[in-house]
């Protein structure tokens, strides 16, 4: 069975840094564009940044620009999104999604078809 597993989220104080990680398991990471995606209480899912599955092309949503880096490691089957400077508006559960085709922009949550359990960030002093 296809499976995304997300790790790394936590509680961290405001201008703090986390690494989130996405294992892919089952499927073959590389034929795969994959997003990140987040959720806080109360509000929709927000699309965070999409690393493409060939060329490597990435999109971030403007929040996150310049302070969110994501990575792809095939061979290890992991994504990775790298968060500096965090924000309490940050405070989320953090998904990981994969689409068949290339990102554009961040991506509908409908582009992609298998999503991971997520994992908590709370940034707060």
């Known amino acids: 069975q296809v499976q995304l597993v997300e790790s790394g989220g936590g509680l961290v104080q405001p201008g703090g840094s986390l690494r989130l990680s996405c294992l892919a398991s089952r499927f073959t990471l590389g034929l795969y564009s994959i997003g990140w995606y987040r959720q806080a209480p109360g509000k929709e899912r927000e699309g965070v940044s999409c690393i493409s599955k060939l060329n490597g092309g990435i999109y971030y949503v403007d929040s996150v620009k310049g302070r969110f880096t994501i990575s792809r490691d095939n061979a290890k089957n992991t994504v990775y999104l790298q968060m500096n400077n965090l924000k309490p508006e940050d405070t989320a559960v953090y998904y990981c999604?994969?689409?068949?085709?290339?990102?554009?922009?961040?991506?509908?949550?409908?582009?992609?078809?298998?999503w991971g359990q997520g994992t908590q960030v709370t940034v707060s002093s």
């Open positions: 999604a994969r689409r068949s085709g290339s990102c554009r922009g961040v991506g509908d949550p409908n582009d992609y078809d298998f």
